[in-house]
């Protein structure tokens, strides 16, 4: 799915290039072509700034002006698809959280991101670089929103003080991530984000918000003892 034409081409990741007036189109037309190349199959190895302007109509010169390499091209390519994080003000702690968490699954709602994600995952191993530019470029503005909102849950006593705010994060992030991406299943409503929120808050808001550390939720029972 390309990215729309009223979303901004600038991206993280992008460098604009000298004192030329930019060219919308073919800023789109560039990001539609990595993104159709990626989601043909196309490798993040073979994918080359030739291929690319060959697909958009451009000449290679166009797409170095506007990025320096095929790693910040990529990176501009995705962020075109992603969403911005969705307003917070007023809402209460659990409500942020599961507002931030929701929004992966209305990410997720397009499976050509997520076999685009899922690609460059697969790189991780041979350029984790690259994922350490997805995670500090493309999902930034999303992790810090995340991390404000536990903040102040631990300043306003709701969440214990020896919390591992980036622990927490990916404890939160993860099991929406891996349902969607690794396992390509769907998620049909908000109830998985309220879950996945709700877990977590069992386990880490103080006595003072209402419920010690680790108890379980009123409406889950205890577990059965196994039949001798």
Known sequence: MPPSADR?????????RGGRQRDPAADRAILDSTLALLSDGCSFGDLSMDLVAQRAGVAR???????????ELVLAALSALDLPVPPLDGLGLRDRLVTLVDQLRHRGQDTNLHRLIGSLLGEAVRRPQLVQRFEETVVAARHEAMLRALRDGVADGELRADLDLDDAVELLTGPMAARLILRQRPVESVAFAETIVDTFLN??????????????????????????
């Open 203 to 228: 386990g880490t808001r103080t006595t003072r918000a209402g419920r010690r550390p680790g108890t379980a939720p009123e409406h889950i029972p205890p577990p059965q003892e196994p039949p001798l």
């Open 61 to 71: 010169a166009t797409i170095y002006r506007r990025w320096r390499n095929k790693e």
């Open 8 to 16: 901004p081409a600038a991206a993280p990741g992008h460098t604009p």
